[in-house]
């Protein structure tokens, strides 16, 4: 099959998967043509980031499963790229969470995506998707876009929202509305990453499995000790540390011969 068939040893093997996972869920009808070019975004970052998990990364990760953790309402946003990319992690999180919702919510909007991303959850064990249909039937207050239609049950009511891969304008919002918002995003830049209360600067490839095995680390902590986390985490200095790091690698890369490295 195209793209999926990587020859092995090829340099950019994982990264040659990992589209061809997208472009599978693209014809599937799961991924719409614009996350295709949002990828691509992303790819971008990750090359500046070095294509691992940083520290910064790590940290808002431990922050982000304290938070999940001490939520009574949490909800796993989800859209199409995350279906593609970490189908899994997401249901293993939600088996961890013990109290968490799923709920489908799309940019690109259609019943007929809904319900294909409905099914692979469903195929993976989950029991009830919020968001199908006309059960986004709420709204979020501000948001222009079809991601303002929120299940009365889910996000419009949740405490806590892990948004992966989101565009910035109902980040905002749910922020406004007083939620946590967790986001994880490449783009260190982008309004998303900036109006999160925690955002996980790294690939939601790699930070999902990470964010499952915080969470299960972090299940035998007390209560006080995950408050502390959480409110410790300061969202603004972690972006920073992302800059910086990116800007010493790049720095260290040109003193050192580009191709050398690369
Ligand atoms: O499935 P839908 O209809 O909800 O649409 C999803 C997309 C992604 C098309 C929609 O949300 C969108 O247009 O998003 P943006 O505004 O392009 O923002 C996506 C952000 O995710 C960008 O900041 C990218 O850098 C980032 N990104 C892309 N791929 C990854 C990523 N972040 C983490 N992991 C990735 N694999």
Redesign the pocket.
């Known amino acids: 099959m195209e793209y999926v068939d990587v020859p092995p040893g090829h340099p950019r093997a994982e990264s040659l998967r990992?589209r061809g996972k997208l472009i599978k869920h693209f014809k599937e009808g799961v991924?719409?043509a614009?996350?295709l070019?949002?990828?691509?975004?992303?790819?971008?970052?990750?090359y500046l980031l070095g294509e691992r998990t940083t520290e910064p990364a790590l940290k808002a990760i431990e922050a982000a499963a304290a938070t999940l953790l001490i939520a009574k309402r949490p909800v796993i946003s989800v859209?199409?790229?995350?279906?593609a990319?970490a189908l899994e992690e997401v249901v293993e999180l939600w088996l961890e969470l013990n109290n968490a919702r799923i709920e489908v919510?799309?940019?690109?909007?259609s019943f007929e995506?809904e319900l294909a991303i409905e099914r692979l959850l469903k195929e993976a064990g989950v029991k009830e998707v919020l968001g199908v249909g006309d059960a986004a039937s709420a709204s979020i207050p501000g948001v222009l876009s079809?991601?303002r239609r929120v299940d009365p049950r889910g996000i419009f009511i949740a405490d806590a929202v892990l948004i992966?891969?989101?565009?910035?304008d109902r980040a905002e919002a749910l922020a406004k509305m007083g939620k946590t918002v967790i986001a994880?995003?490449?783009?260190p830049l982008?309004r998303?990453?900036r109006s999160a209360s925690i955002t996980i600067v790294?690939?939601?490839?790699r930070?999902m499995p990470k964010l499952v095995k915080a969470v299960k680390k972090l299940k035998g902590s007390s209560y006080e000790e995950l408050r502390r986390i959480s409110f410790e985490f300061d969202n603004r200095r972690n972006l920073a540390e992302a800059l910086r790091l990116i800007n010493n690698r790049l720095l260290e890369l040109a003193a050192k011969g580009v191709a050398l490295e690369l």
Do not use: M
């Open positions: 990992i991924v719409v614009a996350g070019i949002a990828h691509g975004r992303g790819e971008a970052f990750d859209n199409g790229n995350t279906t990319l919510n799309l940019f690109h909007r995506r079809e991601r992966p891969l989101e565009d910035g994880i995003d490449l783009n982008s998303t990453a790294d690939n939601v490839v930070a």
